[in-house]
């Protein structure tokens, strides 16, 4: 069974930067397995910020493309989303998502939501303007 767990989120100033770290424990049955990170507003759906699947590719939302970096730790079992030039836009709770297959991603192309089985519990972004 594979738990996800979010930290890093905050407060921080139009223009600033944070990062957000999904560590997830237990492991799937393969090697190949596909994560990513969601993002709701108040008031708003869950969209979809960006994907990674372990052979390597990643995709991102025309909204955080340049601004925003997810990167992986092997040795961590960590997932990371690097937010530079946050934006009033950018607020709300973000969570982490994972599977155990290998989905779709790349180019603009990533998975929506319903395509991931396991959730974290998710961490505030809060950009104040």
């Known amino acids: 069974q594979v738990q996800l767990v979010e930290s890093g989120g905050g407060s921080v100033q139009a223009g600033g930067s944070l990062r957000l770290t999904c560590v997830m424990s237990?492991?799937?049955?393969?090697?190949?397995?596909?994560m990513g990170w969601f993002r709701q507003a108040p008031g708003k759906e869950r969209e979809g910020v960006g994907a990674w699947v372990s052979v390597g590719s990643t995709s991102y939302a025309d909204s955080v493309k340049g601004r925003f970096t997810i990167s992986h730790d092997n040795a961590k079992n960590a997932l990371y989303l690097q937010m530079d030039s946050l934006k009033p836009a950018d607020p709300g709770v973000y969570y982490c998502?994972?599977?155990?297959?290998?989905?779709?991603?790349?180019?603009?192309?990533?998975?929506?939501?319903?395509?991931?089985?396991?959730w974290g519990q998710g961490t505030q972004v809060t950009v104040p303007s």
């Open positions: 998502a994972a599977d155990s297959k290998k989905l779709p991603v790349g180019g603009a192309w990533f998975p929506g939501a319903s395509a991931y089985s396991d």
């Open positions: 237990g492991k799937y049955p393969y090697q190949t397995y596909s």
